[in-house]
């Protein structure tokens, strides 16, 4: 298997943290008007906001031990 770099593994990782950064923005920001269809129930908005949260947290993970674990 071929391996990658320092600076082309900080550039897939950057990357890959701005994606899930998006990802989450948009999810949190959606998530109010998905909320909606199901005010009183779980609903498509809290499933946006758990998304959301995962991807906050697989970005940090990301962030603190960038390995195979987490790439």
């Known amino acids: 298997m ?3 770099g320092p600076r082309a593994r900080h ?3 950057g ?3 701005v994606c899930l950064a998006v ?3 948009v999810h949190l920001h959606l998530a109010s008007r998905y909320q909606l269809a199901a005010p009183g129930g779980i609903g498509g908005g809290n ?3 758990i998304e ?3 991807a906050i947290l697989i970005g940090l993970a ?4 960038p390995g195979r674990a987490t790439l």
């Not at 990301?62 to 031990?65: E, K, Q, S, T, Y």
């Open 2 to 4: 071929k391996t990658f």
């Open 11 to 13: 550039v897939l990782v």
């Open 15 to 17: 990357a890959l943290v």
């Open 23 to 25: 990802d989450a923005y």
């Open 47 to 49: 499933l946006f906001r």
């Open 52 to 54: 959301a949260g995962v």
């Open 62 to 65: 990301v962030l603190a031990r």
